[in-house]
């Protein structure tokens, strides 16, 4: 699977987009990008995933640059139960359970 | 349906025991991975069982191993724990139809003392 790389962490304001970015410069044709967050002590929880084409679901929108070497999930209305560990995970399709788990982004939503 | 199911929640061992973690994956989900979650390691994969059969195996020693039923429930087993073992082990279910998403349990916080 394709290296990942993300800020350690980021502060978003309640009510206000969250931008999340992750660079994935190794990328291969027929992996994918996945995002997943961990909210403290529970297990990680599924938000979206995409290919190439910018993906958009009641959680999230995830928006792929057109060389596929990076991405950025929004949040488009932050709210403190956000706050969370965001892991972007590339990983080859038809592998759904074997997740290389980075270090992932640190995103505090305050008031 | 109900989610994924990891039994216990919380267990304390201690070093040299052994211990057993359990996984019910979702409802038609064929494939369980393990993972392990510590503070300095962060979250690595341990292993995926698919139709009984491990599939792919993460870089742990022999003392983890686990297995699958046929009723798609798996078990984790760790031997002769060390303070290291001590992690949150989670459990995550897919279903290998199309490119889908894993769903994860809540965990099992193992403590070794």
């Known amino acids: 699977d394709a290296k990942t790389t993300q800020p350690t962490s980021m502060d978003c304001a309640e009510g206000r987009a969250a931008n999340l970015p992750c660079n994935h410069s190794?990328?291969?044709?027929?992996?994918?990008v996945y995002w997943y967050r961990q909210i403290h002590s529970q297990g990680p929880q599924y938000i979206i995933h995409g290919l190439k084409n910018n993906e958009t679901n009641e959680m999230a929108s995830l928006i792929i640059t057109e060389d596929r070497k990076s991405s950025t999930l929004i949040l488009p209305h932050a709210t403190l139960r956000d706050t969370a560990v965001y892991y972007c995970i590339v990983r080859v399709a038809g592998t759904a359970s074997k997740l290389t788990f980075g270090t992932g982004t640190r995103l505090q939503v305050t008031l | 349906k109900a989610g994924v199911t990891q039994t216990p929640r919380y267990l304390i061992k201690t070093r040299g025991q052994q211990v057993t973690l359990s996984c019910s994956p979702i409802?038609?989900?064929?494939?369980v991975s393990w993972y392990q979650q510590t503070p300095g390691q962060g979250l690595q994969f341990l292993f995926e069982y698919f139709s009984e059969t491990q599939r792919n195996k993460g870089n742990f020693p022999g003392r983890f191993s686990g297995r699958q039923f046929s009723n798609s429930r798996s078990e984790m087993n760790v031997s002769t724990l060390e303070l290291g073992d001590s992690a949150l082990y989670l459990c995550?279910?897919?279903?290998?139809?199309?490119?889908?998403?894993?769903?994860f349990g809540q965990g099992t916080r193992l403590t070794v003392v």
């Open positions: 190794t990328i291969s044709g027929n992996e994918y």
């Open positions: 409802s038609g989900h064929r494939s």
């Open positions: 995550a279910s897919s279903s290998t139809q199309g490119n889908t998403e894993a769903f």
